[in-house]
Every structure is written in structure tokens, then in C-alpha cells.
């Protein structure tokens, strides 16, 4: 069975750093790609980006690219999320997805992490 | 602005049909797989038809999704309570590499 377990809601000030995570099993993690979608408080999905976690090829969102970084470590099946310095507009549920293909679909998701970013 | 344009809301009773459309251009869906993601209220999205008309295993055949050209819609059928939910299409656009949302459709079941 897929399963993506995302880490726990996070508070955090203006200014600091973040990384969150995604760990995947159920599957050849280096297989599919891996993608993060926003989703702000009573808002709409949001596209982030998308990584291939065999050779960490990465697409981001126009709107996004250089704001957030996406990583994976294959020696834990896991993807990342990160911000240098975040802002309280990063406030919002943030989703990972396996995706399949590049032009694909997100056919098995995590439960979300919640991050508050807030002085 | 979303890419793709999906009405903001959809309601209908219980046992009716109802539609959502999703419009887009020959860049997204006039050339890409079409997706549906469901958003059950507090919970995360969920695939519920790719390629346009597929059905992932699970997903009762209520549900029903078709494609011509650049627009899409979502059928769902006997209509039930628990379809009360968020429905977003999604496809990948090739000018702007990138996947594309819809703004998502609140479905209200009355």
C-alpha cells in the first residue's frame, strides 16, 4: 500500500528556517516523482514543484522558484520541503503527492503539514 | 487568476446529477491528461478521475469525467451527502511548465 507520512504542524517566526518532510513505502521511491502543493488558509491547491528523487531533477512553479527548496534523501525514502527564511505568507497546509509522470497525476497523497508562521 | 476555470460553487439534492466544468487552453488540457481531485472538508485532496474519464480503483462509478478539447467536466450521479466536498481539475501546461489548478468548485448538497 502507497503511503506518504508527512511530519507534524510547525510554528515558527518570521525569519526563521524550515524543513519538512514526506516520508514515502509502498513503493519504488525512486521511481515516481514527488510533489508539494500549497493550500492557504480557505484557499484553492497551489502547485509547488515536483522532484524525481533518482536524480533529484526538479520543476518548480514559476511562482515559487527560489522561495522553497525540494529535496529527497533515497536512503530514507523521504522528500523535503525547505525555506531559508520564511514569512508569515507561508502560512498555510502544505501537501506531498506522489506524482505520476511528469505530465501526469498526483494519485496518492499526505495528510498535509500545517505551517504558522507568526511573530 | 487560476489557468483553469471551474465555477465556484455547484449544489444539487440528494439522488440528482450534477456537472462541474473545467475550461482551459490548448496548452493544458487541449493537450494533457485532465485530473479531478477531491477535497472531503478538513482532509486532503484526493485523485478522483485521471485522464479525463479514468476511475482510480475505489472510486464509485457515480462519479464520471469527459474531455472535448479544451474543457472538461465532472459528472457526479445519485448524488449523496457525503459527495459534499471541494473539487479541483488539474492538468500539466506545457508553455508554462507547470501543473495547473482549477480555482475548485464547492459542491453543496442540499
Known amino acids: 500500500e502507497v503511503q506518504l507520512v508527512q511530519s507534524g504542524a510547525e510554528v515558527k517566526k518570521p525569519g526563521e528556517s524550515l524543513k519538512i518532510s514526506c516520508k514515502a513505502s509502498g513503493y519504488t521511491f525512486s521511481s515516481n516523482w514527488i510533489g508539494w502543493v500549497r493550500q492557504m488558509p480557505g484557499k484553492g491547491l497551489e502547485w509547488m514543484g515536483i522532484?524525481?528523487?533518482?536524480?533529484?531533477?526538479?520543476k518548480y512553479s514559476p511562482a515559487f522558484q527560489g522561495q522553497v527548496i525540494l529535496s529527497v534523501d533515497t536512503s530514507t525514502n523521504t522528500a523535503f520541503l525547505q525555506w531559508t527564511s520564511l514569512k508569515a505568507s507561508d502560512s498555510a497546509m502544505y501537501y506531498c503527492a506522489r506524482r505520476i509522470a511528469v505530465a501526469g497525476w498526483f494519485d496518492h497523497w499526505g495528510r498535509g503539514t500545517l505551517v504558522t508562521v507568526s511573530s | 487568476q487560476s489557468v483553469l476555470t471551474q465555477p465556484p460553487s455547484a449544489s444539487g439534492t440528494p439522488g440528482q446529477r450534477v456537472t462541474i466544468s473545467c475550461s482551459g487552453s490548448?496548452?493544458?488540457?487541449?493537450?494533457?491528461?485532465l485530473n479531478w481531485y477531491q477535497q472531503l472538508p478538513g482532509t486532503a485532496p484526493k485523485l478522483l478521475i485521471y485522464r479525463s474519464n479514468q476511475r482510480p480503483s475505489g472510486v464509485p462509478d457515480r462519479f464520471s469525467g469527459s474531455k472535448s478539447g479544451t474543457s472538461a467536466s465532472l459528472a457526479i450521479s445519485g448524488l449523496q451527502s457525503e459527495d459534499e466536498a471541494d473539487y479541483y481539475c488539474a492538468a500539466w501546461d506545457d508553455s508554462l511548465n507547470s501543473v495547473v489548478f482549477g480555482g475548485g468548485t464547492k459542491l453543496t448538497v442540499l
Open positions: 522532484i524525481f528523487p533518482a536524480d533529484s531533477d526538479t
Open positions: 490548448g496548452s493544458n488540457i487541449g493537450r494533457n491528461a
